[in-house]
C-alpha cells in the first residue's frame, strides 16, 4: 500500500504535466460530451462511462485534470485490489509481486493516463474477482453475495465484456470439486440473475434505437479474405501487441505459467484453479479469433488481472511447482525499464521537437482550436438561435465541444445518411429549423467554399473566418469557418427523435 501511495503521487504529478502538454484523446473527448446528456445507451457502450464523465465534468468544471485525474484514481484502486486478492489467495509478498508486475507494464502506464472505458472495466472485474473469492471462503454471508451482485451490475453497464464474468463463476464451480456444491445453491443463481438484470434499461433503450449498439457490437466480428502472407502478419498482431502491452518478458511469464499449470492441473490447488479457469479459457478464445479476425489490443485486458496474480505465485514458489530465479529478476529489470524509457520518453517528446511527429497530432492543437473557434462564434449576429455544426469525423465534433469556451451542443453532419456515431442518434439539425449555424468544415491549405451538400439547407451563408494551429513540420490543424442564415430544413439520420 506504501508503494501504491508513492505511485500514486508521482503519477499525479507526471498527469499535470502530460496534461498541460497533450490534450484529451478523441474517445475521451467523445465521452465526456455523452456525459452531458446522461441516458441508458448509447451509439457503442452501456451508459457508465457517460454518466460517469458527466459526474466528473460537474465536479471539475469540465477541467481536462478532472478526466484524467479519474482513469489514475481507478487504476490505483484496481491495483489496491489486485494486491488484496494475491494477498488474500497467498501471501503479502505475493500480492506486492502481482501489483508490482501489473504496474511495471506500459498498459497500466496508459491506462492510468487516459480515461476510457477499459478503466470501469478492470475496477469492475478486479473488485469482483476479491468478492468472488470471499464468497467462496463463506457461501452463506448475503452481504458478500448482494456486493458481487452490485459489482456484477456495474460492470454490466460498463462494458460488455463483464457478461462472461457469470459464465466463468459456473465453469469454475464446475470443475472445483470443492466448490460444486455452489451450482446447487440458489444464491449462486440469483446474484447471477439480478447482476444481469442491471441490463434490463439498457436493453430497452436499444430496442427503442433499432438495436444500434448490438449492430456495431457485430461490426466487430467482421473478417475478409486474405492472402497467406497478410494473414500471418494479421494474426502474428495480436500475441505481438499483448508482449509490448505487458512487457516482453512478464508477458512470456504469465504465458509460461498458464501452460505449465494446465500442464499441471491435477496438481495444482483450488487457488491456481480459480485463477486459471478465470485468464486461460478466454485468452484461448481471443487466440483462436485472431486466426479469423483483428482483435482490438485492449479487449482482453481483463483476464490478465488473474493471470498475473498466477505468475507472481509461481516467482514466489507458491504453486506445486516454482519459476527459476531469473523470471522474476527479468521480469521486473524489462518492466521497469520499459516504463521508465516511458517516462523519461514522454517529456523529451513534448519538450522538444518531437512532439510534431504525425502520431502524436491528435493528442495536440484541440485546445487553441477551440479558443480560436469560439471566438468565431462570439462574432455572429444571433448568438442565441446559433448552433454549431461540424463536417467531419465524431472526434472533430467531440473536441470541438469541450475545447470551446462556451462548451456549445455540436451537431455532426454524416455523409454516409447512416448511423456511424452517438450523434446520429441523438436528434440532428432538423430540431433547429429556422436558426443559424456556425459551421466547422475539416480543412487543408488552401480555404474551400462551404460544401454544397449543406449550403443548400440555409437561406444563405458566408464565410467567418479559418481556424489554424500548426502542428509543426507542415501539419496544422484547420477548420473553414462559416456562418449559415436560418436552416430551411434537415434530412433526419438519427434512431429516435427524442431530444
Known amino acids: 500500500m506504501t508503494?501504491?501511495?508513492?505511485?500514486?503521487?508521482?503519477?499525479?504529478?507526471?498527469?499535470?504535466?502530460?496534461?498541460?502538454?497533450?490534450?484529451?484523446?478523441?474517445?475521451?473527448?467523445?465521452?465526456?460530451?455523452?456525459?452531458?446528456?446522461?441516458?441508458?445507451?448509447?451509439?457503442?457502450?452501456?451508459?457508465m462511462i457517460g454518466w460517469?464523465?458527466?459526474?466528473?465534468?460537474?465536479?471539475?468544471?469540465?477541467?481536462?485534470?478532472?478526466?484524467?485525474?479519474?482513469?489514475?484514481?481507478?487504476?490505483?484502486?484496481?491495483?489496491?485490489?489486485v494486491f488484496l486478492l494475491a494477498r488474500r489467495l497467498f501471501s503479502a509478498h505475493t500480492g506486492f509481486l502481482a501489483a508490482t508486475l501489473i504496474l511495471l507494464t506500459p498498459g497500466n502506464a496508459g491506462l492510468n493516463l487516459f480515461f476510457t472505458i477499459d478503466a470501469l472495466l478492470l475496477l469492475a472485474?478486479?473488485?469482483?474477482?476479491?468478492?468472488?473469492?470471499?464468497?467462496?471462503?463463506?457461501?452463506?454471508?448475503?452481504?458478500?453475495?448482494?456486493?458481487?451482485?452490485?459489482?456484477?451490475?456495474?460492470?454490466?453497464?460498463?462494458k460488455q465484456m463483464m457478461l462472461v464474468?457469470?459464465?466463468?463463476?459456473?465453469?469454475?464451480?464446475?470443475?472445483?470439486?470443492?466448490?460444486?456444491?455452489?451450482?446447487?445453491?440458489?444464491?449462486?443463481?440469483?446474484?447471477?440473475?439480478?447482476?444481469?438484470?442491471?441490463?434490463?434499461?439498457?436493453?430497452?433503450?436499444?430496442?427503442?434505437?433499432?438495436?444500434?449498439?448490438?449492430?456495431?457490437?457485430?461490426?466487430?466480428?467482421?473478417?475478409?479474405?486474405?492472402?497467406?502472407?497478410?494473414?500471418?502478419?494479421?494474426?502474428?498482431?495480436?500475441?505481438?501487441a499483448q508482449a509490448l502491452i505487458y512487457s516482453p518478458i512478464t508477458f512470456a511469464a504469465v504465458v509460461a505459467v498458464m501452460g505449465l499449470s494446465i500442464w499441471q492441473w491435477p496438481r495444482m490447488d483450488r487457488r491456481a484453479r480459480f485463477l486459471l479457469v478465470f485468464s486461460v479459457p478466454p485468452l484461448v478464445v481471443f487466440l483462436l479469433l485472431s486466426l479469423r479476425q483483428a482483435i482490438n489490443p485492449n479487449w482482453p485486458a481483463?483476464?490478465?488481472?488473474?493471470?498475473?496474480?498466477?505468475?507472481?505465485?509461481?516467482?514466489?514458489?507458491?504453486?506445486?511447482?516454482?519459476?527459476?530465479?531469473?523470471w522474476r529478476r527479468w521480469s521486473l529489470r524489462v518492466g521497469g525499464a520499459f516504463v521508465l524509457v516511458l517516462h523519461l520518453a514522454l517529456p523529451m517528446v513534448f519538450l522538444t521537437q518531437l512532439k510534431t511527429h504525425k502520431k502524436l497530432a491528435d493528442l495536440r492543437g484541440w485546445e487553441e482550436a477551440g479558443q480560436q473557434a469560439g471566438a468565431c462564434l462570439d462574432k455572429v449576429p444571433r448568438p442565441n438561435v446559433t448552433f454549431v455544426l461540424v463536417i467531419g469525423y465524431r472526434y472533430d465534433a467531440a473536441q470541438m465541444a469541450f475545447h470551446m469556451p462556451q462548451h456549445p451542443r455540436t451537431y455532426r453532419w454524416e455523409a454516409s445518411g447512416k448511423v456511424m456515431s452517438q450523434y446520429e442518434v441523438w436528434p440532428g439539425p432538423e430540431e433547429r429549423?429556422?436558426?443559424?449555424?456556425?459551421?466547422?468544415?475539416?480543412?487543408?491549405?488552401?480555404?474551400?467554399?462551404?460544401?454544397?451538400?449543406?449550403?443548400?439547407?440555409?437561406?444563405?451563408?458566408?464565410?467567418?473566418?479559418?481556424?489554424?494551429?500548426?502542428?509543426?513540420?507542415?501539419?496544422?490543424?484547420?477548420?473553414?469557418?462559416?456562418?449559415?442564415?436560418?436552416?430551411?430544413?434537415?434530412?433526419?439520420?438519427?434512431?429516435?427523435?427524442?431530444?
Open 165 to 240: 464474468f457469470p459464465l466463468l463463476i459456473v465453469v469454475f464451480a464446475a470443475l472445483s470439486q470443492q466448490d460444486r456444491v455452489l451450482l446447487r445453491n440458489p444464491r449462486l443463481w440469483i446474484a447471477i440473475l439480478l447482476g444481469a438484470a442491471f441490463l434490463t434499461p439498457v436493453l430497452l433503450w436499444n430496442q427503442q434505437h433499432q438495436w444500434i449498439m448490438l449492430e456495431h457490437t457485430k461490426h466487430h466480428f467482421d473478417t475478409k479474405e486474405l492472402g497467406l502472407g497478410k494473414w500471418l502478419a494479421r494474426t502474428l498482431e495480436f500475441p505481438v
Open 433 to 499: 429549423l429556422g436558426d443559424d449555424a456556425m459551421i466547422l468544415q475539416v480543412g487543408n491549405d488552401e480555404p474551400k467554399p462551404l460544401a454544397n451538400v449543406i449550403a443548400q439547407h440555409f437561406e444563405k451563408w458566408e464565410p467567418l473566418g479559418r481556424v489554424e494551429v500548426p502542428l509543426g513540420k507542415n501539419r496544422k490543424r484547420v477548420f473553414d469557418v462559416f456562418l449559415g442564415h436560418r436552416l430551411k430544413s434537415w434530412k433526419t439520420i438519427g434512431q429516435s427523435k427524442q431530444p
Open 302 to 326: 481483463v483476464y490478465y488481472l488473474p493471470a498475473f496474480i498466477l505468475a507472481a505465485a509461481w516467482m514466489q514458489g507458491a504453486l506445486a511447482f516454482t519459476a527459476p530465479a531469473f
Open 3 to 47: 508503494l501504491l501511495a508513492g505511485v500514486f503521487i508521482f503519477r499525479t504529478a507526471f498527469l499535470l504535466f502530460f496534461s498541460a502538454h497533450a490534450d484529451l484523446l478523441g474517445d475521451e473527448a467523445y465521452y465526456w460530451d455523452w456525459g452531458r446528456r446522461p441516458d441508458w445507451g448509447y451509439f457503442s457502450k452501456p451508459p
Open 125 to 158: 472485474w478486479s473488485l469482483a474477482l476479491l468478492m468472488f473469492w470471499f464468497i467462496l471462503e463463506k457461501p452463506t454471508c448475503l452481504w458478500r453475495w448482494g456486493a458481487l451482485v452490485l459489482l456484477l451490475g456495474l460492470g454490466v453497464l460498463s
Open 52 to 81: 460517469l464523465m458527466g459526474l466528473v465534468g460537474w465536479l471539475s468544471g469540465d477541467a481536462e485534470w478532472g478526466i484524467r485525474l479519474t482513469a489514475l484514481l481507478m487504476g490505483t484502486a484496481t491495483l489496491a485490489a
